[in-house]
């Protein structure tokens, strides 16, 4: 896909194809368009014919409208004008995808940006445009022998009028950015566990900071052993697959700025070690990565963005597997932090690896430390699939993600980390066990990691609803790069 901001009026444009919306009153968005009286009489007269409803999801092609060059003309509906709202827009954008996909065009004129939503300014209005054509776009084909050749390629052009020039240029940039992080940590969640493994992922990591240059180090299994991670070494002792503990830095801001530092889970594949999981849909264990793709790809959208900030990423990676050596319930392990847990039920992984990690970022001295993690099925239960989990141990700092969330649509629901929820923890035999029973059980996990986060301002966010879809359209959704991504950015200003 490729994006570009054109200023000429809308008829001059040459191109395949030019898209508009048309909403449920069959009133053409054309505040900003200058179509000749003709082309409109045209278009008004062929809405009459009752062909098209004008509700999201509705679409009409005209062709050889008088006083247009584009030969095509897309209509796509946005529903009712009164409820035109953020969410509308999206469903409007991904229609046209659709409909582009079915139709023999390569260049489009799109003038669908500029559909008035309540949210926004041209800026929004641009990058939501960006990224919600690169989602509906995306297709994993990678794997298939037959089918590769499918997937479409379009040139739009993204038509504003020349005092938003500029803005419109500074969204492209952004959004662009955004949507190749996104359209990364999709991918490293879509890609299967035979071939995304640990030391895949520690490879990646090294091709985003030589792309980017920020420094990379993937600690192997020996130096893993040297910092005393017992408590991640204890999770990757049922798997063949050597463990990596990647550290990516990002340091182009002051040296004096204290680094946001983001730490992703990285369970390559869970099937829950010796407490192993039930065979149906355990094919979907191999998302179990895609805290660390969105640390990935947050990274690679920054790095293209080259932000003049500190930012430091942390990921855990091994498998979670039964076998003759692996952890068992009943073991005790001793963690970075000299705390030992009781692990009662090794599908309880991601927490045990995630706690050596929040120990290791204390030695960056952070402004936050954000753990990013599929964590618990409770979660899903508890908020679905359209928030993510969100914990802190700092008022202001939830209040940012909050509020990032809700600008780049990506969000998170803020869940109570109190006391009163710890005790469920206590283990007869060690500081703490690794799991908390079935009440509150997104609750108590976020406890557990409390537990190695005291030092700094932190925040916890179970994606384990939000970072892929399940049934026919089963896919990694790319969130919560977004999120995370957005909050990076309020801190550059
Ligand atoms: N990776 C899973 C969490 C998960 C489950 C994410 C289902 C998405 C869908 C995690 O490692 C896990 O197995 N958690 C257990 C914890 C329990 C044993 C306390 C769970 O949620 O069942
Ligand atoms: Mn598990
Ligand atoms: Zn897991």
């Known amino acids: 896909m490729k994006f570009s901001i054109k200023t000429d009026q809308l008829d001059k444009q040459l191109s395949d194809v030019l898209v508009i919306g048309v909403y449920e009153s069959l009133k053409v968005v054309c505040e900003k368009l200058s179509l000749s009286p003709s082309a409109n009489g045209h278009i008004a007269s062929a809405l009459k014919q009752g062909d098209m409803s004008g509700k999201v999801g509705s679409s009409l092609i005209l062709y050889n409208v008088p006083g247009i060059k584009i030969p095509k003309i897309l209509l796509i509906g946005l529903g009712k004008e009164k409820e035109f709202d953020g969410k509308k827009y999206h469903a409007a954008v ?20 500029i559909a008035p939503v309540e949210e926004g300014d041209i800026a929004w209005n641009v990058e939501h445009f960006i990224n919600e054509v690169m989602d509906a776009s995306y297709e994993f084909t990678e794997l298939k022998t037959i089918n590769k050749k499918t997937k479409k390629f ?19 940039k952004k959004s662009f950015a955004l949507a190749k992080g996104i359209e990364l940590t999709k991918t490293l969640g879509n890609l299967p566990p035979n071939i995304c493994t640990p030391t895949y992922l520690g490879k990646k990591a090294q091709e985003i900071g030589k792309e980017h240059g920020m420094k990379i180090d993937v600690l192997d299994q ?30 182009k801001g002051k040296k004096t700025q204290k680094p946001i530092v983001l730490v992703g889970k990285g369970i390559t ?3 829950g070690g010796i407490s192993i999981k039930p065979a149906g849909d355990m094919d979907e264990m191999k998302y179990d990565m895609c805290g660390a793709a969105s640390v990935l790809g947050t990274f690679k959208t920054i790095g293209l963005l080259k932000l003049p900030m500190n930012v430091i990423g942390i990921i855990p990676t091994c498998e979670n597997l039964p076998d003759g050596l692996a952890l068992k319930p009943g073991d005790i392990l001793t963690s970075m932090s000299g705390q030992t847990i009781e692990v009662l039920n090794t599908d309880a992984e991601g927490r045990l690896i995630l706690c050596d990690a929040l120990t290791y970022a204390e030695r960056f001295n952070p402004d936050v430390v954000i753990d990013i993690a599929t964590l618990t099925g409770a979660c899903v239960i508890a908020l679905g699939h359209h928030a993510s989990g969100l914990y802190s141990n700092d008022d202001k700092l939830a209040k940012d993600l909050e509020s990032a969330g809700q600008v780049s649509m990506d969000r998170a629901w803020r869940m109570p980390l109190w006391e009163d929820y710890q005790s469920q923890l206590d283990s ?12 509150g059980g997104s609750i108590t996990a976020a ?10 301002k932190w925040a916890h966010l179970d994606i384990a ?13 790319g969130r919560p790069v977004g999120l995370l991504t957005q909050y990076i950015l309020s801190k550059l200003y």
């Open 428 to 439: 007869n035999f060690a500081d703490m066990a690794n799991i908390g029973g079935r009440a």
């Open 465 to 477: 609803g939000t970072a892929w879809k399940s049934g026919k359209a089963k896919g990694a959704t």
């Open 222 to 251: 020996k130096q893993i052993e040297k910092l005393k991670m017992g408590s991640f070494l204890g999770v990757a002792k049922g798997s063949r697959q050597p463990p990596k503990f990647i550290v990516l830095q990002h340091n």
């Open 447 to 456: 406890c557990f990691l409390s537990r190695f986060a005291k030092k700094y």
């Open 154 to 172: 379009f040139d739009f052009f993204v038509v504003v009028d020349k005092k938003s020039q500029k803005i419109a240029e500074e969204a492209l």
């Open 94 to 113: 991904r229609s046209m995808v659709y409909a582009l996909k079915k139709m023999d065009v390569k260049s489009v004129t799109s003038q669908l940006q």
């Open 269 to 271: 594949f869970d099937a």
